[in-house]
């Protein structure tokens, strides 16, 4: 069955290169606002309570080291995971890649006879593309993630891993509300909209019997799942359907239940700030009378064995999607998150995304950074992303010089003059002074230049350029001793 349509600002495949997606963005100044604001206020509380934690540098590292422990013996905690999930009465299901998971979950829903499902947010589902695909085939799927909920009536997309409406103000939200629920007279008071969502969910909750989770972790040791929330949504879907399914990636597995104290404290800290998330759900398998009786859990590759065999990238699964290093990153706040073309924006994004599809696509995201190490500093399992980007743009280099795609590209062509100028002094000096003359030209009485004809406007679309100097330091300097 062919993958379904997905919206285009979220499929890497039909998504425009970054450059020219963030453009729009940068023009939109509200949403440029709310995405500032709603960062700011998440980093802050953020930093306030990693610094009250004496012991931050020693979690960190202890989380890094579980993560990556797991990764080297992946296989091993899956077996593990698979054999205890299976005792406690649930099924493990293996999918390859997105087509396998989405048919697999199809299946099950047709087996149950299900034409309806509630869903506790999951990003690895918006990954696969799952609630067009179900669409597509009588099912629908209902948000039940208040975030996810402004999304899925408003007809958009999550722009952040935590904070998937991020973008939306509650102005906007008030009206997608009003007009969706048919409530004309719904204030934009925070308690008004939280209780016509409540209102909008109980009726689901009470009467649709299969439900589709993700997962924050997946523990070998028991074979159970946790999830962490802050609503409440995901408590109602994991106690009141009679089938629930998870989905999750492979890399999920974490080894043994007590790692979840190391795990569950970082987590809370660096995605929303608090000490502790207000919900923190476990489950394994089924219990006679108590919760869903059919318990599923497809286990999703798509891509992830494949970035472990690379050293260098294979750090990008260790990632527990805390969204830090979105908040932090200076071009994540410029842009927002539906310039990456991807579920997973940021930092992480412009490292999983490429890898996850074969660096066919969205080769331009390794290049939306300035490196400046802010998300590597921020990041609570250590994940060294600049490192990770600068190995992907060597790839993308490399295979753009493989396929002779860059040999008219004007930049490339740049590149290489430039090489040969600076490999002499004599030509280098040269270049100086033509520079000094040509840019003359442009340069405004400010000493700016503010807009460069040809490839140079590239630069100066979104930034102004300081005009040369009448004189460079060897100048100067020579002119100086000559006194
Ligand atoms: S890369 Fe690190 S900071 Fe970013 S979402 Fe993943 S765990 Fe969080």
Redesign the pocket.
Known sequence: MSAPAQHPILDPAAAPPFPAAALPVLRNAQLRKNVAHATDVIQGKRNRLVAEKTDWTELRESASAIRAHTLEHLGEYLAEFEERCTLAGGVVHWAADAGEAREIILRILQEEKADEVIKIKTMTSAEIQLNPFLRQNGVRAYETDLAEIILQLGEDEPSH?VVPALHVNRAQVREIFARTMNLPELSDDPQALTAAARTYLRKMFLTVPTAISGANYLIAETGGVAIVESEGNGRMCLTLPRTMITLAGIEKVIPRFRDLEVMLQVLAR?ATGERMNPYTSLWTGVTPGDGPQHFHVVLLDNGRSAMLRREMERQTLK???????MNTCPVYRQTGGHAYGSVYPG??GAILTPQLQKLEHAQTLPYASSLCGA?YD????K?N?PEVLIDLRAQVTEKERAEDRRFFDPIYVGMRVANWVFASAGRFRLAQRAARLGLRLFTRKDGWIHALPGVGGRWTMTRDLRGLPQQTFREWWAKERGR
């Open positions: 891993v660096s990632c527990i999607r805390c969204g830090a290093c930092p992480i998300c921020v990041c609570p399992v994940i992303i």
